[in-house]
């Protein structure tokens, strides 16, 4: 059984593991306040072009989400983000527990569109009852979204301006974010990131670490007493020096994109393949994560050697399922799962 | 500099990282759902002879505690811990941010007792307006204390018959629980533990892994829906399997408790020595954690080789701090701290 | 200016005003543990068919919402709800501040369906992440809904076999109940109500009383510990007394149905008199509550004589608006309002 | 029975009712809108020269203090309280509900002191792990305190300069502001009161209303989204216009201020009466609210024609108990009650 499941199987790159091997013996300064920590914050705001910002690590997605959303907005106010949003689907209520309320708005192939967040915006206060209503306070997008597609420079200008208008700061969730900024058809870069979003994380756990989000504060003004917020979530680990060696490794020579590009390469190879043999797909992804569309009994075939997720039926016969790869795929794997469905499909 | 501050300033030791490398490539279920995770909790439930336990992993402490303590209250009931506990002095609140107020009661060397949990919960319900204060609804305790004391088999005894008689569950924070166990004077076990307290932890973090508690639920009715706290708190990692990979190396061949008997059999050189140089004591711990009254003169010479952390004033001209022992702290090192200390207080 | 903008725009029925006058020397007990509340809940168990009921007395309706469904979920359920409840639309996320995620299901004319339910459950353990979305933990309807529609017996006995079925608490927010129950089409009554739902309020602010909303357990298991929540969440007025008086004035010889009768009367009235002259509605209320559609130009000419709410825009050139009738509307105001809607539709 | 257990005990001021009376038929907007709101404030306004301040009306005390507290502070802060404070000691952990730590000062009969404030402050950021720990973020009093004490100008005063070097919002409890005002040993004002707290009350329920409590948010950076924070925490009650209605009468021809001195100094005849005759106090309060220590065997003989309330044992044979006077106690109630002290203490 080959497992394409998620991105998320296996440990981390020989990198990173010959990095914490290198430094295990070594004595450091506990909950972040370490220099490793300290360097791979330096490299981040030099990637990122923005030597202002604040980098914290943190131990996962949903901490982060819930510890970012949670410091940023009043408790009259919620969040505002796409109807496919994991915050909104997928986090077991961890933003609502934390107090606040995920506005959706019609995501477009997991994407938030600018015009949705402007008209939200003019409609509650247009309201006779806005008070009665929760307060948009802060827009949240991932980059690459939950269904593999990504922003363009464009959207992502369009969005900020908006959110910047209106006082609302942009969080983007990069789980996936190098995958996104990888991908062929993407415009972004780190910097660009940096100068739009007003926090957003560089995942570490999906994309070459055994774990840890890294967390990037551009505006100021949300940077204060961060570190607060980070321990009263549980996010502050007492080993917070074990996520910095990890992301020093992950943006030395560039490895970080490296292993992004490797992922998304043998995904537009599987992509494409499929494609070429007339497999529909739910949507059209250039990153890390595929999401073909089958005939049931071909999925019951394909699942008995591989592994994959299961994602909406599209029909009475028919599923859209999830094919992730990874920095650790590999490719004769690839070539054999693209071989074995042209057999099942044919 | 040798650092005695902590006991969470190494990486891990060498079989759990021999394990993380053995397991790197290997391909597993997400979420804790993994055969590492369900070996590590089969071995913890053997140990503890509790073959009905919930078994899970959270990546820290605080983490551990908060997922706990919200799972278990209800919104109008607090917890009942010693006024020194983590949970009521060093989390930033992450109690009260779950909703619930940490009700204090006086620690003995930061022990709470049976006696006082007793009179609590009595003199709360004897009141008039008992309606308008939050009901006691369960009991923190750690073993090792923050103190570094332990509890007896008959003081947890105690305390867990008072709980039991009120219907409170009893939560034990086990973040040093290897410690505590393998103490001279302690005559408890993992067997006893699991017997007396309804929710334990048994900390990896600072006890050989890199992060990793595992959470021990033996209460059937508090092992509900569990995996949905953890996932809402942020502490379900998408990579469980990495702790399941460290829990299952700490677990074999006593590993665990041959390593806090390391670091507890150090301690004591250090106390014994001590004494007999005529160094009084805060308290009188017998586990990882020493906390030495020295003249601040002295601090300043020792604190120009070793690290230790500032505990408290204990006079205008003295101060008591705490020197960590841990599984990698070395014998010379101890020597040579003993002797240096000897040296500046002669 | 005559206002039929909301139920809620004056003081209280006569019979109300005279029996706070009457009481307003006498001494009585704090909050809510006098003699008057024990009379009211003693009179309301009764009406309702249901000894084993707690009855208590909370100020708003917004209060008793978040109230009832704090005590009754745990930390990682939802409460499912139509989509335009209005604890989803209009309490300002107040349930979410409690830590909670309302989930939403489709409203009918404002009723959600036993067959959404049933399927929403369905769904939700079917899926193999479910630990990974809130838990459906309780189920909330209003009747009269928002739009001033009512479940029918067959409808409500539906949705709480559902309910009952997956162990769902049902919650039916009342503060319009004696509308509902007053309506021609209705064939629930309070037994019937009380049969059904596990906790429901009758309404008294928006019914004759000046404040107040009578909160109905029916559950036992629901009622253990709840004036902890109702202090804890700021609805135990000290002065509880004084709604205890207003209910016993509004049991008292069926002045609270007769009160809903005479809203609902003159509510049909207007409805008929309008449909006749060919006047479109959002939807067929029976209640006091009626959403008629015209043309912006002639909203222009009412709103000048007449108060109404803004409900939605229907097209570019009409909108739905809000016409309510309370105990307090006089014949005379909705014949001249009858009058001069025909002439301005004329 | 008469009852002196409590000042919350009887209906409303005549004046009160009748002002409630005369207005009941008369259509008012919803949610506090209305023009009796906007009159009561804008006198309030007046009476505390100033003019920028925001004005609401809430049903309640606890539900004050829970709206107030959790909108001002961020997640990560507490509120700094004395330990005999109504939010830390009786308000069922509403605070904590709200996500926040209240982190308790000595008090000195009730009263914090700004000395323990600065030293709170001081330590917490000399602290290594400051971030560890609730950061102090505003600080609440009650004048009259639950001891029945005041605060004087030159406290208030130190009080006020030490919050606003630090930057911590200071709000007041007035659930009892007229009482304090009105007594003999103060020398603040309203005018005092606005200028020296950022945000107070001013109680009607224990001082003439029905229910409500004025809430005057002087800082203009508090004022901001405020009835949002109302709405959400159930405060926002649809028949806002009552409150503004009874405080438009409190607050005519100095009533509020006529009934506190009524009620204070019947109290202080209290008083003085009973040390006249020996009868040691708990406090020395000055306002209506009297802590006399009576022997066990006396209570018993009082309690059997008096209400009082239990306060503390002070020995084995001895108890604190409160008197309360109010706008609504007679005069020949208490020279009955003085009197007949005076044959049970003989």
Redesign the interface.
């Known amino acids: 059984m080959?497992?394409f499941?998620?991105d998320?199987?296996?440990?981390?790159h020989?990198s990173v593991?010959a990095a914490?091997?290198a430094?295990?013996?070594?004595?450091?300064?506990?909950y972040g306040m370490d220099e490793h920590c300290g360097r791979a914050a330096d490299v981040i705001r030099k990637l990122c072009d923005c030597p202002g910002a604040a980098v914290h690590f943190l131990?996962?997605?949903?901490?982060?989400?819930?510890?970012v959303i949670?410091?940023i907005l009043?408790?009259?106010q919620?969040v505002l983000c796409s109807d496919s949003a994991h915050i909104f689907?997928?986090?077991?209520?961890?933003i609502?527990?934390?107090?606040?309320?995920?506005l959706f708005l019609p995501g477009y192939d997991g994407r938030l569109e600018a015009e949705d967040v402007e008209k939200y915006v003019t409609e509650h206060y247009a309201s006779?009852?806005f008070?009665?209503?929760?307060?948009p306070g802060m827009v949240e997008i991932a980059n690459a979204t939950e269904l593999g597609t990504v922003y363009t420079l464009r959207q992502l200008t369009e969005l900020s301006r908006v959110c910047r208008k209106h006082k609302l700061p942009l969080y983007l969730d990069g789980a996936r974010l190098g995958y996104a900024l990888a991908a062929e058809d993407s415009d972004l870069t780190f910097e660009k990131v940096a100068e739009l979003a007003d926090v957003f994380t560089i995942g570490g756990?999906?994309q070459g670490a055994?774990?840890g989000e890294a967390l990037v504060i551009v505006d100021p003004a949300l940077q204060k007493?961060f570190?607060?917020?980070i321990?009263?979530?549980?996010?502050?680990?007492?080993?917070g020096f074990?996520m910095g060696i990890q992301f020093e490794a992950l943006m030395t020579d560039d490895l970080y994109l490296r292993l992004s590009r490797h992922a998304d390469r043998l995904a537009l190879r599987f992509r494409d393949a499929l494609r070429a043999q007339g497999v529909p797909f739910l949507v059209n992804s250039s990153t890390n994560q595929q999401f073909p569309i089958f005939p049931n009994t071909v999925l019951e075939k394909i699942g008995k050697d591989y592994?994959f997720?299961?994602t909406q039926r599209t029909d009475d016969d028919h599923a859209a399922v999830r094919f992730c790869f990874s920095w650790?795929t590999k490719e004769e794997d690839v070539t054999g799962l693209i071989e074995d469905i042209a057999r099942f499909t044919a």
Do not use: V, W
């Open positions: 080959i497992d499941r998620n998320y199987s296996q440990g981390a020989e593991m914490l091997l430094h295990s013996g070594e004595q450091n300064r506990g131990p996962g997605g949903t901490q982060a989400n819930l510890t949670a410091a009043c408790p009259h919620g689907t997928h986090e077991t209520g961890a609502e527990a934390t107090g606040h309320k995920a006779e009852t008070e009665h209503m929760p307060q756990t999906k055994l774990y007493d570190r607060y917020h321990k009263q979530r549980g996010g502050l680990l007492s080993k074990l592994g997720e299961f650790g």
